[in-house]
């Protein structure tokens, strides 16, 4: 294989990074543009055109396509392209529920989302982009005494790891979160909870436009409405990718497409095991703040996760939908069932109205952990498989992936999220729950 020099030079030429000057955001530059006009901003990533060849083709510009290009373009000074069938950020990243959190079980998981979840703190200022992000922590419930053995397990191996995690029983959960006191008796009471304080939440859209406008400043070319359609290869090497534009010569490829991974494996002929579920989410009217945390409701028949947003809406979302499909279309079975776990576990919200319901698709692997990996061609990547972490995982992702294209060599963090554990039995199955997706 001929991987890519990180000195700013591939293997396959002379191309050089080029990059292009964004104006700074700061309170001067403000000033400066009242008296300049709308002259003064220039676009952040439209009107690039394709050219003929590039170093790296990333094929999806979500999260994960916009930060892999970020970081190959700034870490390692590639000419990098990102490719994407519609808009920029319209399809999961724009559709989440925004929480950011590293409290998982397994140390090949709570390892990465800590990396990701340090990288969230300080990405604000590395973008010169106001991500938003609000570490109003985040607060996983527990209902019985088995399930608090549950969340202390998993605090435990967080704390091992040096990562924050408090158990609190039920005084400390209700001092903690005083919105959760209640008169009216609940079908499944709180008896105590799990708190990770640096959890939170960040806006979404403005994850991914910080990213888009620091990939361009760069030199990263994003193109919209430029469907991928078939990769060429000759022997064990892809030569580049034929879209819906022409064909493109790279040195490597990158999919990172989020809920269609599972149709990147038929069009490169290699099962995938993976699944495709919708997850819906919905929004109430906005109120006054109340509600300063994250919480995670789990009881026997499903789970509700509320967090109020900036603008005043309460968001909700809940278990995915229990069967394989590429619809975004939201069922009112599940809303029901989320509004009635919000108000069981909030009574004040009964009386708001939902604004806004919607649903994005999930690709789910087999084990509930992400790939990635190489995959047919020694120059071809996948990163997918993100079923429910994929939002809170793009900071790394995005810089893990982007040292495996530009080196050939996994960091540490991504060596045990490889395809090809599925075969060998190495499985990471973070709720022990086995190969059912629909329970991941």
Known sequence: MQHLDVSGESTRGERKKVKRPIRPYSGLALLRASFTGPRYWRPLWTGHRLKPEYDVVVVGAGGHGVATAYHLARDYHLNVAVLEKGLLGYGNVGRNTTVVRSNYLLPQNHYFYEDSLRRWEN????????????????????????????????????????????????EQVLRFAPELRTSRP???????????????????????????????????????????????????????????????????????VAGHTGAIGEMLGVPLPVETLALQAMVTEPVKPFLKTVL????????CYLAQSDRGGVVMGGSLDGFPSYTCEPQWYRLEEVTQAAIALLPQLESLRILRHWAGI??????????????????????GGWCYGGFKAIPASGAACAKLVATGNAPDLIRAHRL????????????GVGPFPVRQ
Request: charged share 25%; net charge negative; hydrophobic share 40%.
């Open 420 to 431: 090809d554990r599925f075969s060998t039995g190495q499985l990471l199955d973070e709720r």
């Open 296 to 303: 995670v409701y789990a009881f026997p028949q499903g789970e």
């Open 186 to 256: 609940r079908r499944f009471d709180i008896v105590g909870g799990l708190l990770q304080r640096r959890g939170g939440t960040v806006r979404h859209d403005a994850v991914v436009w910080g990213y888009a406008r620091a990939a361009t400043a760069h030199g990263v070319d994003i193109i919209e409405d430029c469907e991928v359609i078939g990769v060429r290869s000759s022997g064990s090497i892809a030569t580049g990718v034929d879209t819906t534009q022409g064909y493109v010569r790279a040195g490597s490829v990158v999919f990172a």
């Open 123 to 170: 990405l604000s200022r590395e973008l010169n982009y106001n991500v938003m992000y609000s570490a109003r922590g985040v607060l996983d419930l527990g209902c019985s005494d088995e399930e608090m053995a549950s969340l202390a397990r998993r605090g435990n191996a967080m704390r091992l790891a040096r990562i924050d995690a408090e158990l609190l029983d039920r």
């Open 362 to 383: 999930n690709d789910m692997t087999m084990d509930g952990s992400f790939i990635i990996d190489r995959i047919k061609y020694d120059n071809v990547f996948l990163n």
